[in-house]
């Protein structure tokens, strides 16, 4: 029996560096996801997890921020497995940008898609959760650049403190049906976010090693540290986690 038997859980994101390895974990961990992402087509890492476990993974495309696929999300979650037990809200984009040269579009892509679609995907998920009689654990991937001030990204910083603030407030609004809400705050991750990130600087390599350093492990943190944590909050082992903003940072936020 998995730390997550049978639980129904929708992974956004889901064929990002972390989304990939949160599949691979909790359908290790006895889940039955839904999982979606941009993409039309499940990439070749989700396709290996469906199929070494048949009928438990299923992939839906979806751009978050049109209701209309948010819908379809949570509608094939139910048409598929029945019910909803879990959300990560594992989707998001970084912009990083000075302060002063940061545009309008820059400004609206990162809060539509980071705090507003997880929001609205929140919403939907919690009114299913309360239609099925309560229950259910809902995970934000928030950032600790949401807690410190990251140079060159106010307004990454800004949607994440936005997204750990929402966990807090859901918290409280979804304790009567019992839905326990939580987000972890991720140090630097070695995914596709930072290696597309440091691109535009000349000296990449110190731009990384610097990165590195910025925390106390002296380096960044591989997917599955953050993902272990999210396995837990999703599981019933946290029962007694709620509302809480949890780092994961590599000692980031320490100094
Ligand atoms: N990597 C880091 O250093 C780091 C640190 C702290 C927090 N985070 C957060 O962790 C989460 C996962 O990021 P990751 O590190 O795996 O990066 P990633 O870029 O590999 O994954 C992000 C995923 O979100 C998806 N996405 C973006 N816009 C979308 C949209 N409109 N609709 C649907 N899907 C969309 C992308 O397609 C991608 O697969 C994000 O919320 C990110 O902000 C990352």
């Known amino acids: 029996m998995g730390r997550l038997n049978d639980k129904v859980c929708i992974i956004t994101g889901a064929a990002g560096g972390q989304g990939e390895v949160a599949v691979e974990l909790f359908a290790r961990e006895g889940a039955r996801i839904l999982a979606?992402?941009?993409?039309?087509?499940?990439?070749?890492?989700?396709?290996?997890?469906?199929?070494?476990?048949?009928?438990?993974?299923?992939?839906?495309?979806?751009?978050?921020?049109?209701?209309?696929?948010?819908?379809?999300?949570?509608?094939a979650a139910v048409e598929h497995f029945g019910r909803v037990d879990v959300l990560f809200n594992n989707h998001g984009v970084m912009v990083g940008s000075p302060f002063l040269d940061t545009t309008e579009t820059q400004l609206d892509q990162v809060l539509d898609i980071n705090v507003r679609a997880s929001f609205l995907l929140s919403q939907r998920v919690a009114r299913q959760m309360v239609a099925q009689g309560g229950g259910g654990s809902i995970i934000h991937n928030a950032s600790i650049g949401g807690v410190v001030g990251f140079p060159d990204m106010a307004a990454y910083g800004a949607s994440k403190a936005g997204v750990a603030q929402l966990a807090r407030s859901m918290a409280n609004d979804l304790r009567a049906w019992g839905i326990r809400v939580n987000a972890v705050a991720p140090g630097g991750i070695d995914t596709p976010m930072p290696r597309k990130y440091i691109e535009k600087f000349d000296d990449r390599e110190g731009v990384w090693k610097a990165m590195e350093q910025a925390h106390l492990t002296g380096r960044l943190g591989r997917p599955e540290e953050v993902i272990y944590l999210v396995l837990f909050l999703a599981s019933d082992e946290a029962s007694f986690m709620n509302g809480a903003v949890v780092a994961v940072d590599g000692g980031y936020s320490a100094v």
Request: glycine share 8%; aromatic share 2%; proline share 5%.
């Open 36 to 75: 979606s992402d941009l993409k039309p087509e499940a990439s070749a890492r989700i396709a290996k997890v469906a199929a070494d476990h048949p009928g438990r993974v299923h992939y839906v495309a979806g751009d978050v921020t049109r209701g209309a696929d948010l819908d379809a999300i949570v509608k």
